[in-house]
Nanobody, 126 residues
Framework: QVQLVESGGGLVQAGGSLRLSCAAS????????MGWFRQAPGKEREFVSA??????????EYADSVKGRFTISRDNAKNTVYLQMNSLKHEDTAVYYC?????????????????WGQGTQVTVSS
């Protein structure tokens, strides 16, 4: 019931910044957690960050690999979640996906999320 569309990806030099956006539509009234995942070629999809959408006081979680560099935020009125990415590294290169979870408990496991966007490519050059 939820549709997600990511935007903001692109090519950036190492040390640069990008801001990703995820616009949600449809049944967001049943969404409790919004998350960001990424998948590099030949690798499994991995957790990046998550935020409580309904309730939870906007609690956030981050993967250790991005902690201190990435910031997740929300604007419920605009049905949008953001991922500010600073100090980008070559290892951050991946397709980034937005996901929505209908359960209140945060999780880093992709199968727990109910809806997914199509992804946006982020490429960080060396």
């Amino acid at each position: 019931q939820v549709q997600l569309v990511e935007s903001g990806g692109g090519l950036v030099q190492a040390g640069g910044s990008l801001r990703l956006s995820c616009a949600a539509s449809g049944g967001t009234f049943r969404t409790y957690v919004m998350g960001w995942f990424r998948q590099a070629p030949g690798k499994e999809r991995e957790f990046v960050s998550a935020i409580h959408w309904l309730g939870g006081g906007g609690r956030t979680e981050y993967a250790d690999s991005v902690k201190g560099r990435f910031t997740i935020s929300r604007d419920n009125a605009k049905n949008t979640v953001y991922l500010q990415m600073n100090s980008l590294k070559h290892e951050d290169t991946a397709v980034y996906y937005c996901a929505a979870d209908n359960t209140i408990r945060m999780t880093v496991h992709p199968p727990a999320y109910d809806y997914w966007g199509q992804g946006t490519q982020v490429t960080v050059s060396s």
